[in-house]
């Protein structure tokens, strides 16, 4: 048992009511009452970040719903996670917002998708179920059918106001010029400066969750690969190795050394793309036009490989479903093509000073704000915080490889650009290290059932970390829950825009690199 | 400037005469799946189809199978589950049409 497990017990004795560890999970099932208390000691004094909140419906089992709260442990590669029992007759629990403020979104929506009141949650507002679903329908409730059609009611929804002199807002969205999803914006400003942000999300919430619950586990790995677009293979591979670490399996090594490839690919198109944005914003359409070109040159190169530009349909539970060591050379040599086009535009991009003025300062995401709100991937580690899943809870080969973790301190939208650029490069060379190590041998193993249990995948997509929780009972999904690293960002926009002007917001939101569709499940 | 000006030149033109010189897609790409006279009915594939796009009917002493491409997501399960090669995925990507029934293809054997 490592220390901080043996910490808590001591600090809370008989306060544990149970302890009950799975692969490196340690679920300890704790008194409601004491929740804020151990959460608050867990990551205030043991230093450990919440990284999900989650509920269940138990009622079949002990007729209780289960909140489980994850923390991980990058020491020892290990997650602990608290577990509180709410009975159904009185489904409130005490809220821990206000000592961990990452939890805000978790905890309303809980309070959406199970009816699980929060109590003290200093912003008790709906978050997923908007003012016309109707009052006490919880669509994560087992007892929920997913063909119901609840009846529209009418409602409000009340947005923070700011008043004051020379105070005016702007709303923006949730239907966008461009093909993008929708997202409400509204900015409070005076003067040219945004002194408020309100962002309003889910509008194309698709029960996603609750699907995954309704389809067998074979079909639901297409599902997770569907669930963001550009984040597919992340979402596959760490469905799939939840699904592995509930089965007991160990993938061939060459199946892990090609989910490292196709990773890292996924990752040097997305942040490609995010630089090319960023040009686009503040109309270099130069450097834009480079940068998109580089981009079609790898969904090109990923289509030649895997017979998909998003590469999808590439994994499956057990390994992957087609073979890519053939094409070593020609990846290869794409590949260092593609790199050195790259650098040449980063040196140009760096030497514009038209384009430097813009993102240097701008949409300064400050440490403090980034740790409170538990900001994840490449955001996160331009404000500071050294923390990459590739290296804190390795997966797939990357134990066997070197590479470096890119950290900056400025939390502007320079620093997030050249976090991103740094990336590409680190990317490249793990995919080079993969390929000149793939050993032989089988793609998969062949799985027919999965059995019953439970276990945390997770995952460093290009935007962050990716995880997912499953429950499986006989042969089935019981709970799938899906946290997707956008999830945990989109919140810092509301602060990452502050004291900037209007015109520099489109930069700013290009360089957070936000998802709707990972978001809106 | 100049270095914008001369890394434009050489780049020069990267789109393609696409659709006046067609565009043929990749070996191995993962484009229209197409059923041929091999099929036995089994519902191999029917059972492995993650979207559900893949049915049989039976009508006046016909048995069809048939194929949406409307909710098709090309993964390529048919082709793996189908144990005689009747179901292929093709390098065919130009999908577009203007109502739902163009999308079906269908295979008919008399009972």
């Known amino acids: 048992m490592n220390s901080n497990i043996g910490s808590i017990k001591k600090e809370f004795n008989t306060n544990v009511l149970e302890v009950s560890t799975s692969h490196n999970e340690t679920y300890l099932t704790v008194k409601k009452e004491l929740i804020v208390k151990m959460c608050d000691y867990i990551y205030h004094h043991l230093d450990l970040p919440v990284v999900c909140i989650f509920a269940t419906d138990e009622r079949k089992i002990d007729g209780s719903f289960k909140i489980h709260y994850v923390f991980s442990e990058v020491k020892d590669d290990a997650f602990i996670i608290l577990r509180i029992s709410i009975d159904e007759k009185n489904p409130k629990y005490p809220s821990i917002t206000n000592k961990i403020a990452s939890a805000n979104w978790y905890e309303r929506e809980i309070q959406d998708m199970f009816g699980l009141i929060p109590q003290g949650h200093p912003d008790p507002r709906r978050l997923m179920n908007f003012e016309d679903w109707p009052a006490g329908v919880h669509p994560l409730r087992k007892d929920f059918d997913i063909k119901t059609k609840p009846p529209r009611v009418d409602g409000e929804y009340i947005y923070r106001r700011v008043e004051g002199e020379g105070v005016y807002e702007i709303p923006v969205g949730p239907v966008h010029a461009g093909v993008i999803e929708p997202g409400h914006f509204r900015f409070s400003v005076a003067g040219e400066p945004i002194?408020?942000?309100?962002?309003?999300?889910?509008?194309?919430?698709?029960?996603?969750?609750?699907?995954?619950?309704?389809?067998?586990?074979?079909?639901?790995?297409?599902?997770?690969?569907?669930?963001?677009?550009?984040?597919?293979?992340?979402?596959?591979?760490?469905?799939?190795?939840?699904?592995?670490?509930?089965?007991?399996?160990?993938?061939?090594?060459?199946?892990?050394?090609?989910?490292?490839?196709?990773?890292?690919?996924?990752?040097?198109?997305?942040?490609?793309?995010?630089?090319?944005?960023?040009?686009?914003?503040?109309?270099?359409?130069?450097?834009?036009?480079?940068?998109?070109?580089?981009?079609?040159?790898?969904?090109?190169?990923?289509?030649?490989?895997?017979?998909?530009r998003l590469l999808r349909g590439m994994n499956t539970i057990g390994g992957v479903r087609r073979d890519i060591g053939g094409r070593k050379d020609e990846i290869l040599l794409s590949l260092s093509i593609i790199q050195r086009d790259f650098r040449k535009l980063m040196e140009h991009l760096s030497s514009t000073p038209s384009l430097m003025d813009r993102?240097?300062?701008?949409?300064?995401?400050?440490?403090?704000?980034?740790?409170?709100?538990?900001?994840?991937?490449?955001?996160?580690?331009?404000?500071?915080?050294?923390?990459?899943?590739?290296?804190?809870?390795?997966?797939?080969?990357?134990?066997?490889?070197?590479?470096?973790?890119?950290?900056?301190?400025?939390?502007?939208?320079?620093?997030?650009?050249?976090?991103?650029?740094?990336e590409v490069c680190e990317s490249v060379g793990l995919i080079e290290q993969a390929l000149w190590s793939l050993p032989e041998g089988d793609l998969r193993v062949k799985v027919d059932k999965i059995p019953d249990g439970h276990a945390l995948g997770i995952c460093e997509a290009p935007r962050g970390e990716t995880i997912y929780w499953i429950r499986t009972s006989g042969n089935k999904i019981e709970r799938c829950k899906v946290r997707d690293p956008s999830f945990c960002n989109w919140l810092s926009i509301e602060y990452a825009v502050l004291d900037n002007i209007v015109p520099d917001f489109p930069i700013i939101n290009k360089s957070l690199s936000l998802s709707y569709s990972g978001n809106d499940m | 400037m100049l270095e914008i000006l001369r890394k434009t030149i050489k780049a020069g033109c990267q789109t393609t005469k696409y659709p006046a010189v067609p565009d043929i897609a990749p070996e191995g790409f993962r484009g229209k799946p197409e059923i041929s006279d091999k099929c036995t009915f089994c519902g191999d594939c029917i059972k492995v189809c993650p979207p559900g796009v893949i049915w049989f009917t039976e009508k006046s002493g016909e048995k069809m199978l048939s194929l949406s491409y409307c909710g098709c997501i090309f993964c390529g399960r048919c082709e793996e589950a189908c144990g005689y090669g009747a179901i292929k995925l093709t390098q065919e990507y130009e999908l577009a049409s203007k109502t739902k029934e163009d999308l079906v293809t269908s295979i008919r054997r008399k009972l």
């Open chain 1, 195 to 308: 002194i408020n942000l309100e962002i309003r999300h889910f509008y194309t919430h698709k029960g996603v969750e609750k699907l995954f619950e309704n389809i067998s586990i074979d079909k639901a790995v297409f599902l997770a690969e569907r669930i963001s677009g550009d984040n597919s293979v992340a979402h596959a591979v760490t469905f799939c190795q939840a699904m592995e670490k509930i089965a007991g399996l160990d993938i061939p090594p060459r199946a892990k050394h090609i989910r490292t490839i196709l990773l890292e690919l996924e990752r040097i198109y997305n942040h490609i793309a995010d630089i090319a944005g960023i040009a686009t914003d503040v109309a270099f359409s130069f450097g834009a036009a480079h940068a998109n070109k580089l981009k079609e040159d790898v969904l090109q190169l990923n289509e030649r490989v895997t017979g998909s």
């Open chain 1, 359 to 422: 993102i240097e300062t701008t949409g300064r995401i400050y440490n403090d704000i980034a740790k409170g709100l538990h900001v994840v991937g490449p955001v996160g580690r331009a404000s500071g915080i050294d923390r990459d899943m590739r290296r804190d809870h390795p997966y797939a080969a990357y134990k066997e490889f070197n590479f470096k973790v890119i950290v900056s301190k400025a939390g502007d939208v320079h620093a997030r650009t050249i976090v991103r650029a740094d």
